[in-house]
């Protein structure tokens, strides 16, 4: 699997630019932090789809959203981005990553490591809550022992 990349800049006044690249599909959006903060959320589905469970969430794009979908197949993560023109409406599947977990779930890992890392202003975008980090960060460590212990 070619390198994934998943980048988030520095937020002004509730918005974000997020950058995704795999092979040839690439998405460069401004998301709002309204009504929920996307970076808390991609946290937490992080830390679903560490315990194999299920998660989704959106990008609040005004007027559309992405939306992020992680699975779990016994060996393999899967990520469905989807695009839909509200939150009710139906979603159009536009592009479906398979990987496993150094490729697919430690890029986002890194970018929230590093977002965290970012001085914010609170009126611009809130950082993301330690607990949720730290409980992530936990889940990623695990696995890295893990691994070590197979080798």
Known sequence: MDKLEFNLSHPSNGWINVKFRHLNFEINFIASDIPENP???LCNSLILTL???ESEFYW?????YFHFEFKFDKKNYILNISKSISINNDKKLIYKLIGDYESLILPFYRSLK???TLELDEKNWKKLDN?????????????????????
């Open 60 to 64: 609040n794009l005004e007027p559309e």
């Open 131 to 151: 607990t949720s980090l730290d409980k992530l960060s936990n889940l990623v460590n695990i696995r890295k022992k893990s691994k070590k212990q197979t080798l």
């Open 114 to 116: 590093k977002f965290n």
């Open 39 to 41: 970076i808390q959320n």
């Open 51 to 53: 315990n194999n469970i």
